[in-house]
């Protein structure tokens, strides 16, 4: 399938016109990072109909059409867009916790584990009680089997998983409940349509999102729309352990408040945000914000008409429904880290280069997001948006294999000068869908966390 064979069935799927899509433009050969598989044309796809889809609500508030170009090179570049951050005034900061990687059980499989916030690390350490050294991690797991310490950590609440192969994966009974597509957009509910705001000079401006996610995929997505011109309010929680590097890298356009949703207080400041959102954007485990008096349906009362976006790990339902997950997770169970170092001839698990799991879902996060605010405008209804790790996976999977994919020379920061851009001591990734009559941008640099207040 071509790239742009890829994009259209994403574009079909949530039921756009087809008229817009030869005005998306995917250039660039295949491969451009080192894989077997079409991670690039995953980026290229993904971030081509995110960016369609933003010239689509452009075109319906102004009547005028525009072109989009996503060179391949410049997508894959954003894949990785935390791998090539760099601060002036810092050196790159360490992400991965000094025991979280990959390890050999005692029956022979392997296992990753997922200790870069801490109370996972401390919950991994009382399973294995042993110190928190590599040597030590290594000898503990040697006294399990590798499904047996992952269902021990899942029912902790911890994140682990098991390295499985692909057919492995789909024996699994967690496997038939995956959706058979990245992208789930439903209407949830009836309201009147709601019209997009009137013309302005970028696709986004005056459509406000209220962001509740963290690590990377659900921040891209808001990142993303924040690109177009998007209001982009980031919500998190006192206390709450996040990645500062993350945040500098996806919080660019972003304005970043903080609300305890354990207390009375911030559970009415958020209602009032949500009363006058055009989207709600949350990547809590299933069913925790409705613990706290925030499920769709709720959601849905306080806003018809809004656009409930959602982000999992495994999905809602099935027997991972709600586990705890994280993108190198995802790939080590579903087969991925296998089938990579199959194709490499070498024994153990092999990652793929980027988080390519989370960036996909969170470009597709942010095209059904899109694509729901243009059906609401013209079929009216509350909408909900659902996208998981797991499924995208399963999407990524489906693009195929490239032989020799894994010959292709790495893409390093000395070969994308041109692809960056500076904003005080920071240098990043520019957004890399071009639209010819509203470039994307980000109005500044990321707030710290808790910088500015909770309203509109």
Known sequence: MTISAIAADLWSHAGLDPAALPNLSLTGPEPVLPTSFRVDAAAAASIGAAGLAAAEIHRHRTGRRQTVTVPLRHAAAEFRSE??????????????????????????????????????????????????????????????????????????????????????????????????????????????????????????????????????????????????????????????????????????????????????????????????????????????????????????????????????????????????????????????????????GKPGPKALPCQALDHASGQLLAFGTQAALLRRATEGGTWRVRVSLAATAKWLRSLGRLPDGLATPDQTLADIPDLLETHGSITAVRHAAQLTATPARWNGPAEPLGTSPARW
């Open 83 to 344: 791998h090539y951050l760099r601060d002036a005034s810092s050196p790159p900061a360490e992400m991965w916790d000094p025991i979280a990687g990959t390890y050999q059980c005692g029956d022979g499989g392997w296992v990753r584990l997922h200790t870069n916030f801490p109370h996972h690390r401390a919950g991994i350490l009382k399973l294995l009680d042993c110190p928190g050294e590599k040597t030590a991690v290594a000898q503990a797991l040697l006294r399990w089997t590798a499904t047996d310490f992952e269902t021990a950590a899942t029912s902790a609440n911890m994140c682990v998983a098991a390295m499985r192969t692909f057919a492995e994966w789909d024996a699994h009974p967690h496997a038939a409940h995956i959706a058979d597509h990245p992208v789930i957009l439903e209407r949830i509910a009836d309201a009147p349509p709601t019209p997009l705001p009137p013309a302005a000079d970028r696709p986004l401006a005056g459509l406000r999102i209220l962001d509740l996610t963290r690590v990377i995929a659900g921040p891209v997505a808001a990142r993303t729309l924040a690109a177009h011109g998007a209001d982009v309010l980031h919500i998190s929680g006192p206390g709450v352990p996040n990645f500062p590097r993350l945040i500098t890298d996806t919080g660019r356009g972003k304005r970043a408040a903080e609300l305890d949703l354990n207390t009375p207080s911030g559970q009415s400041a958020l209602r009032a945000l949500i009363a006058n959102a055009d989207v709600f954007s949350q990547s809590y485990r299933p069913g925790a914000l409705a613990a706290r008096g925030f499920s769709p349906e709720t959601i849905a009362a306080l806003r018809p008409g809004i656009v409930i976006a959602t982000l999992s790990a495994y999905g809602e339902t099935g027997p991972w429904g709600g586990k705890r997950g994280f993108d190198s997770l995802v790939q080590t169970a579903t087969g991925f880290n296998h089938a990579e170092a199959e194709a490499t």
